[in-house]
């Protein structure tokens, strides 16, 4: 059974505080994908990974960073989490060939940031 | 910006009946794909439709493509309770962006029964 694992359900952490959000894959894909979830806004891409160390911003990228040192790890780091990074934090993975297969997804992260 | 924006934002329908969601995109795609999300959880993937095809079936749900339009529906017919969810269309782009996934707000939908 395919997986995708995110590290915590739920987080609470303080302004200012950096925060790490790990997703494990256990599929071997090339591709993945970190979003935030918020009401009336779906879900918005903060950044993709193509391959191993390689990153790509999405749409909203500002306030965060990712690291992707192995194949089935991809981290988002928020460097200084502030209250409107209050979310939930949903990251995927998918194959990739000429163009983007299936995407699995987490059960997610919600971050409350106080 | 979002490349999806999904119509109706929220639909309520009785049980048995069909349910329609629409996606409209803006720019030029290799495929688009649909998923449905449970309350809280993450998202399942339902169906994926190539930019050269013009419907697809898989089992109760039926999905049409118009790239002419830049927009997809999706039909899902004798709706039951366990329909109750958000679903989201979800596309892809074209050289650089193609390992791009990008999501609409997403359709509410509620079945009463």
């Known amino acids: 059974d395919v997986k995708v694992t995110q590290s915590s359900r739920y987080l609470v952490k303080r302004t200012g505080e950096k925060v790490f959000l790990e997703c494990v894959q256990d599929m071997d894909h090339e591709n993945m994908f970190w979003y935030r979830q918020d009401p009336g806004l779906g879900l918005r891409l903060i950044y993709f990974?193509?391959?191993?160390?390689?990153?790509e911003k999405g749409d909203i990228p500002e306030g965060y960073s990712v690291s992707r040192e192995k194949k089935e790890r991809f981290s988002l780091i928020l460097e200084s989490a502030s209250t409107n990074q209050t979310s939930m934090y949903l990251c995927a993975s998918s194959s990739r060939t000429d163009y983007i297969t299936e995407a699995f997804f987490g059960q997610g992260t919600r971050l409350t940031v106080v | 910006s979002q490349q999806g924006e999904e119509d109706p934002q929220a639909l309520s329908i009785q049980e048995g009946e069909n349910a329609t969601m629409n996606c409209s995109y803006k720019?030029?795609?290799?495929?688009l794909q649909w998923y449905r999300q449970n309350s809280g959880r993450g998202l399942v993937h339902l169906i994926l439709i190539r930019s050269n095809e013009r419907e697809k079936h898989s089992g109760r749900l039926r999905v049409t493509l118009d790239t002419s339009k830049k927009s997809s529906s999706l039909l899902i017919t004798a709706s039951r309770a366990a329909d109750t969810a958000s679903y989201f269309c979800a596309t892809d782009g074209l050289g650089k962006g193609a390992q791009k996934l990008v999501f609409g707000q997403g359709t509410r939908l509620t079945i009463n029964p």
């Open positions: 720019t030029s795609i290799n495929n």
């Open positions: 990974s193509y391959d191993v160390k390689m990153k």
